[in-house]
């Protein structure tokens, strides 16, 4: 049995104590099926998705159909005023594919937009920070290339309980008092009713308008979004309020089919997305991993967890210089995955002092952009499915902060997202704020193939920064560790911060924080199972027994289901 810290949150010094306390390994079952499976933020979404598999749909027929749920019953997280990414795997033909699902800026949108409205850097709510959303796209496009089912017909429970409600958890409503400090009163009205405090728990909660953006997205699909009423609409109102987005921002908006990014680790093929996301620091974490004896460490000692803390700085120094929209700036990114340079930059890690900051590995001509605590915000979803034909989907769909960038449109009832806000307005940096560009993005959903090239395991979480960190200790809980895929999810789990800063679940042993403590590492050890660290969720076959196992994180609202 494990110890760990007991107690409220504490930030922990050199001198730190910590109490211990014993606790269950898994608080849920494996889900096991042996014709499909999936997964999602809100048990409501993994039921509609289930529900399309057994009907005969595609996994992408279950995606739309729960990621048009999750924009619903999950609005602080997602919704069609954001942006998605997706990675695919045909059964049949083993093909694996991705489409990129992000919005770009307005044409308006350069540097002197910003400063000339008074602004020395992007802001991180507001008009000023929404970027064209690229969800709806995405589902579309998605759609057109893997689903079979009528496209209608898989927003349906997305338009029911949008227009007749459905139950606030006491989740929900934690989260959105939590995060609604910057909804406009539009949203307040809607989020936060009863008196600046959210809904009551078990009370119903619906959004009609946003019930009709619905079915105009299900009966004229992309069209119905970016060149309509509801285009206009969210144009102008952002117009309204200084922002850069027009209508023809909308109506030039695509998704892009992109080539995954790929390396091979632990005997499996681990498949992330290109840039403009965060893709290449999650593979180069794994790369720097086989240069440290991981495995002999022991799982979550003190050396292990400072070990991947460490390498997790290396990455990002790498990322946070060099990733961006790979259409319009130079984004290195052969070099930056180079084996040969990542075991030089693995190298780097003192076994026994944390680093207080990390450059990037080359480029020293602009540091690293800065974006202080906004790539730590990951309010999204991730959602899976695996069909009776073998084909999987990892899908990631975010408003990035909660509720995005406050704003809800009243007659559309949508939120609009604030990716735009992790733009900079540095000289010269790769990120820069330019027309029609992509913003870089934390969304990094993850897909594995066993070495004989079929699938594997399809895993993602929400968490901004924390994304590459806790995908990196899940996939070695299962495959260095021996755990089930729900123990590995529901392991405990660090989040890095900036500098020395470490979250850290107090369901880690005592000997572990004092390790990490003496290393130098400032900890903030949190109770309980809280969002802080994702809110992870996988799928995976064993093609030996032909059998399907879903898991899903506790700590947030996901579920999983398989037949």
């Not at 939590?178 to 909804?183: E, F, I, R, S, T």
Request: with cysteine; charged share 20%.
């Amino acid at each position: 049995m494990a110890t760990a810290c007991a107690g409220p949150s504490s930030d922990a010094g050199s001198d730190a104590t910590f109490e211990t306390t014993t606790y269950a390994p898994q608080n849920r079952p494996d889900v096991r099926g042996t014709l499909g499976a999936v997964s999602a933020g809100h048990p409501l979404a993994a039921q509609a998705g289930l529900e399309v598999l057994k009907d005969g749909g595609t996994a992408m027929d279950a995606i739309v159909a729960m990621a048009g749920v999750l924009a619903v019953t999950r609005p602080h997280m997602n919704g069609i005023g954001g942006d998605a990414f997706g990675i695919f795997y045909d059964g049949a033909s083993r093909e694996v594919t991705a489409l990129n699902a992000s919005g770009r800026s307005g044409a308006l949108a350069t540097p002197d937009f910003f400063t000339s409205a008074g602004y020395d850097a992007v802001p991180g709510v507001g008009a000023l920070s929404v970027s064209v959303p690229g969800a709806v796209a995405g589902w579309v496009d998605a759609h057109d290339r893997y689903g079979t089912k009528p496209f209608a017909q898989l927003l349906e429970p997305a338009i029911r309980f949008a227009r007749d409600g459905f139950a606030v958890s006491t989740r929900l409503a934690l989260d959105f008092e939590a995060q609604g400090g910057d909804l406009n009163e539009f949203g307040q009205a809607l989020y936060l009713p009863n008196d600046g405090s959210p809904p009551t728990v078990g009370t119903i909660l619906s959004n009609p308008e946003l019930a009709a953006s619905l079915e105009t997205i299900a009966q004229q699909k992309k069209p119905g979004f970016y060149n309509g009423e509801i285009a206009r609409t969210l144009a102008d109102f952002v117009e309204a309020q200084g922002g850069h987005l027009r209508a023809s921002d909308f109506a030039n908006h695509t998704s892009t089919w992109v080539e995954p990014l790929r390396v091979d680790y632990l005997d499996h093929t681990f498949i992330v997305m290109p840039p403009s996301t965060q893709g290449p620091a999650q593979l180069a974490l794994m790369e720097m991993s086989k240069h440290h004896d991981i495995q002999g460490m022991g799982h979550n000692s003190s050396e292990y967890l400072h070990t991947l803390i460490e390498l997790k700085k290396l990455a990002f120094a790498d990322r946070d210089r060099w990733v961006a929209d790979p259409d319009k700036a130079d984004v290195p990114v052969a070099r930056l995955l180079d084996p040969v340079y990542l075991q030089g930059r693995a190298a780097l890690v003192a076994p026994d002092v944390a680093a207080d900051s990390v450059g990037p590995g080359f480029g020293d001509d602009h540091a690293a952009t800065e974006a202080g605590d906004r790539n730590d915000q990951g309010d999204t979803v991730y959602l899976t499915a695996v069909d009776q034909w073998g084909n999987a989907v990892s899908w990631i769909q975010s408003n990035f902060a909660g509720f995005g960038s406050g704003l809800l449109e009243p007659q559309t009832g949508i939120i609009l997202h604030n990716r735009g806000s992790l733009y900079t307005l540095e000289d010269g940096h790769p990120n820069q704020v330019a027309p029609d560009k992509r913003p870089y993005h934390t969304l990094s959903p993850m897909m594995a193939l066993r070495s004989d090239g079929g699938f594997a395991f399809t895993l993602g979480t929400p968490g901004g920064d924390s994304q590459p960190q806790s995908l990196l200790q899940i996939t070695h809980n299962m495959l260095l560790f021996g755990m089930t895929p729900q123990e590995a999810i529901e392991a405990p789990r660090f989040r890095s911060m900036s500098g020395v800063r470490v979250s850290i679940e107090d369901r880690v042993s005592r000997g572990t924080l004092e390790g990490l403590v003496s290393r130098g590492h400032q900890l903030s050890v949190i109770p309980g199972w809280t969002a802080t660290f994702g809110g992870a969720q996988m799928i995976v076959w064993d093609p030996e027994n032909g059998v399907l196992t879903a898991a899903a994180d506790p700590r947030r609202e996901a579920y999983a289901l398989a037949y």
